[in-house]
């Protein structure tokens, strides 16, 4: 996903230039381009009676703040878990940019 919007912003740089303005252009071009994919991300569902909400609430928090280093963190804690919980993780990641 990181890839995704650095070659974004360096394509849409290389065809605006470098004034300010199409500088701020091609930022937000690139930030497009990235929530377009991240709205392509399929969630898995999930049977969270098994496991509780507390867990799919701070992974869900996680996400919300694209805090790709805790929710790597999360992945590792409970990579042992139901499949299920693993590609929820997985997709949260790839929602989030990371």
Same mark, same amino acid.
């Given at each position: 996903?990181?890839?995704?919007? $650095? =070659?974004?912003?360096?394509?849409?740089?290389?065809?605006?230039?470098?004034?300010?303005? @199409?500088? #701020? &252009?091609?930022?937000?071009?690139?930030?497009?381009?990235?929530?377009?994919?991240?709205?392509?991300?399929?969630i898995p569902d999930v049977?969270?009676?098994?496991?509780?909400? $507390? =867990?799919?609430?701070?992974?869900?928090?996680?996400?919300?703040?694209?805090?790709?280093? @805790?929710? #790597? &963190?999360?992945?590792?804690?409970?990579?042992?878990?139901?499949?299920?919980?693993?590609?929820y993780i997985k997709a949260?990641?790839?929602?989030?940019?990371?």
């Amino acid at each position: 996903m990181r890839t995704l919007a $650095a =070659l974004a912003l360096l394509g849409a740089l290389s065809l605006t230039g470098c004034s300010d303005d @199409s500088t #701020q &252009a091609a930022v937000d071009e690139a930030k497009d381009a990235v929530s377009s994919a991240a709205a392509e991300v399929e969630i898995p569902d999930v049977d969270w009676e098994q496991y509780g909400d $507390a =867990l799919k609430n701070r992974i869900d928090e996680l996400a919300d703040q694209a805090d790709c280093e @805790s929710l #790597q &963190a999360q992945l590792e804690d409970h990579g042992n878990l139901d499949a299920q919980v693993v590609d929820y993780i997985k997709a949260k990641l790839e929602e989030a940019g990371c």
